[in-house]
């Protein structure tokens, strides 16, 4: 497990608001996970980005400028604010059931998976700090990867979310990406959406 990779991008601008989040965790930067990080960077220059993925994935993702601080580990997470998995979705609901032990204050909680049902269930054994919003931006591209990343990956495109029954804390302003956020609480698998094009679509 890396030790040296923990970095902190100098000379951050600064904004003339706050942003909602003050440090934002994403697990998984491909295509979805990197356009989120990107998007991040440019709407809350202030807010710190945290990113969790493999050491060459993280490494590209310095070069782009795209996250603030990176690590192959979850401890990162420790002070995490908003935590997005990003990550394929049975890895997604893996990822749940770990974030107790390394998150440890109150956090909002999201994926990007396309199916919903599995994790919305695993999601009610989380801890009462944490507030669970399924999400399904349906955005993609031809080419996946952190390298097709891009911050106007969600503009006009539909972001669903999947209500949970403890919904309390800060709201997820997803159309702060430029997605058409919607809410449906239908069973996952009655929705009919569009699937996320590209080779990412099982995220």
């Known amino acids: ?103 440890r204050q109150p956090a909002v909680v999201t994926d990007t998976g396309s199916t919903k049902r599995d994790i919305v269930s695993a999601a009610a054994s989380l801890p009462p700090r944490f507030t669970f919003i399924g999400g399904h931006p349906l955005a993609g591209a031809a080419h996946g990867g952190l390298d097709h990343a891009r911050p106007d990956l969600f503009a006009g495109r539909p972001w669903l979310l999947t209500p949970w029954a403890r919904p309390q804390g800060r709201a997820l302003r997803t159309d702060a990406t430029g997605s058409d956020a919607s809410t449906d609480d239908r069973s996952p698998h009655e929705r009919r959406g569009r699937p996320l094009s590209g080779p990412e679509a099982s995220e």
């Open 1 to 103: 497990m890396a030790k040296d990779l923990p970095v902190i991008q100098p000379g951050r601008p600064h904004e003339a608001e706050p942003p909602i989040f003050d440090k934002i965790g994403i697990v998984g930067l491909g295509l979805i996970g990197g356009s989120i990080a990107l998007k991040v960077r440019e709407l809350w220059p202030a807010s710190l980005v945290i990113a969790v993925d493999n050491k060459d994935v993280l490494e590209t993702a310095m070069r782009l400028h795209a996250i603030d601080v990176a690590a192959d580990d979850l401890i990162v997470l420790a002070e995490a604010d908003l935590v997005v998995l990003a990550a394929p979705v049975k890895q997604n609901i893996a990822l749940l059931a770990e974030l107790d032990e390394h998150v």
